[in-house]
Each structure stands twice: as structure tokens, then as C-alpha cells.
């Protein structure tokens, strides 16, 4: 058996980021994910997940190069995620940055700036690409999508295993 069984690392990680000064809401999970230098400076509504690999910078590391000109010089900026909001693997959230209620940020995207409610992001910018119900329907329209929420692990496997072992994919 699993230590994770044994241990709530939600509440765990949870506690950890709280205690560091992150704001976060109700029914939020997070997986490894890099929260920066200044993780007081980040808020996060309810039910918002973190992938791994996500990136949360609130100072830009540019002002490096006018460091002899001005020794103290430094740039900050906030972070602001709204409720229900998917932060892909990989994402990279630039400071000043306020991501709307309802959004997808698709991995490996970079976001810097305001993205409205109800969006679907992608890219290096981030661009919104599609209103959110668009992608509702698609997802409700695709041949791969499955019911395997609370459902055990064997059954999962054995369900996708003969759908994709079946030529049906």
C-alpha cells in the first residue's frame, strides 16, 4: 500500500501553501507545481486545479540587467485565479496576471495579462481560442469520453482497455 494512503497530502500541501501566505478557496487540488518567491502575492478562487509543473512567477528576473544602474530595483506583480479554473501541466502564469472564472489554461501555455471568464486559453502567448461552452461541446460530442468517475480502478482499466483494444478508437 501507498504511503498516500495513509497521508492527506491535499490537506497537507493545502496547509503548507497557506502557511507560505497563498489565498485559496474551497475544493481546489494542486499537484507539484512551482508557487515562486512571493507566494503571498497568489490567489486562487474554489474549485481550481494546479497540474503538475505549473509555474506561478510574481517578479520579473529581467530587471537583472539594469541591476548596476539601479542596485535595488525590483518588479512585482500579483496573480488572481478565479472559481472553476483548469491550470494545465506545464502552465506558466506571469505576474499581473487574472485568469476569469471558468477557464481552461491548456498545458504548456504562457499567461501574462487579463483572460476573461469563460475561456478556453492556449499558446506561447496564451490566446483565448474558443469560448468555454464551445469546448463543453465538444467534449460532449466526442467518442472518447467516458463516465469512470467513482468508478475502481480495475473497472476503469478493463472499460478502456477493451474500448481501445477493440478498434474502435
Request: a positive charge; aromatic letters at 10%; hydrophobic letters at 40%.
Given at each position: 500500500?501507498?504511503?498516500?494512503h ?5 490537506k ?6 497557506q ?23 497568489i ?6 486545479v ?15 540587467v539594469?541591476r548596476t544602474?539601479?542596485?535595488r ?14 491550470l ?20 504548456g ?21 474558443m ?16 463516465e ?9 482499466k ?12
Amino acid at each position: 500500500m501507498l504511503l498516500v494512503h495513509f497521508i492527506p497530502v491535499l490537506k497537507v500541501r493545502r496547509f503548507l501553501l497557506q502557511s507560505v501566505g497563498v489565498k485559496m478557496g474551497h475544493n481546489c487540488r494542486f499537484f507539484k507545481a512551482d508557487w515562486g518567491s512571493e507566494p503571498y502575492l497568489i490567489e486562487l478562487g474554489n474549485h481550481v486545479v494546479v497540474s503538475n509543473g505549473v509555474r506561478f512567477l510574481n517578479h520579473d528576473g529581467g530587471v537583472w540587467v539594469f541591476r548596476t544602474k539601479y542596485p535595488r530595483l525590483d518588479l512585482f506583480g500579483s496573480i488572481k485565479i478565479g472559481n472553476n479554473v483548469c491550470l494545465g501541466f506545464n502552465v506558466i502564469i506571469l505576474p499581473n496576471t487574472t485568469i476569469g472564472d471558468n477557464c481552461i489554461v491548456a498545458a504548456g501555455s504562457v499567461i501574462k495579462g487579463r483572460i476573461p471568464a469563460d475561456s478556453v486559453v492556449f499558446g506561447n502567448p496564451g490566446k483565448v481560442i474558443m469560448p468555454l461552452n464551445i469546448q463543453e461541446r465538444l467534449v460532449l460530442m466526442s467518442k472518447y469520453k467516458f463516465e469512470t468517475k467513482g468508478i475502481s480502478y480495475g473497472k476503469k482499466k478493463k472499460l478502456l482497455q477493451t474500448f481501445f483494444n477493440s478498434g474502435s478508437s
